[in-house]
């Protein structure tokens, strides 16, 4: 099976940027995919926060449109959020996940149907 493990997080101003990223860590890979970084903060339901899928079409949630690009290099089976212009309300543990799928960017809306999941990457942000 799929090991995903995140990297990247830390404690920046509002207006800072960081770049996670998560691995696939065993060498298993999925032909088709829908691949999405979710958060979750204190007292707050898990948030998909943005989608890509085998061919690199995207979804983003509309919180995060224009400051977060997700992207992936199937070379390095590894997948990356471009966060920009940060805002405290970004700060949460976030999370990578992966499940099989034909069917486009999805799993954007839908944590329930991911099939792996990594440990999670704390992003601070402050004011």
């Known amino acids: 099976q799929m090991r995903l493990a995140e990297s990247g997080g830390g404690s920046v101003p509002a207006g800072g940027s960081l770049r996670l990223s998560c691995r696939e860590t065993?060498?298993?890979?999925?032909?088709?995919?829908?691949m999405a970084w979710f958060r979750q903060a204190p007292g707050k339901e898990r948030e998909g926060v943005a989608a890509i899928d085998t061919n690199g079409n995207t979804k983003y949630a509309d919180s995060v449109k224009g400051r977060f690009t997700i992207s992936q290099d199937s070379s390095e089976n590894t997948l990356y959020l471009q966060m920009n212009n940060l805002e405290p309300g970004d700060s949460s543990m976030y999370y990578c996940a992966i499940t099989y799928t034909t069917g486009g960017p999805w799993c954007l809306s839908a944590p329930d149907r991911m099939d792996y999941w990594g440990e999670g990457t704390l992003v601070r942000v402050s004011s």
């Open positions: 065993t060498g298993y890979k999925y032909n088709n995919y829908c």
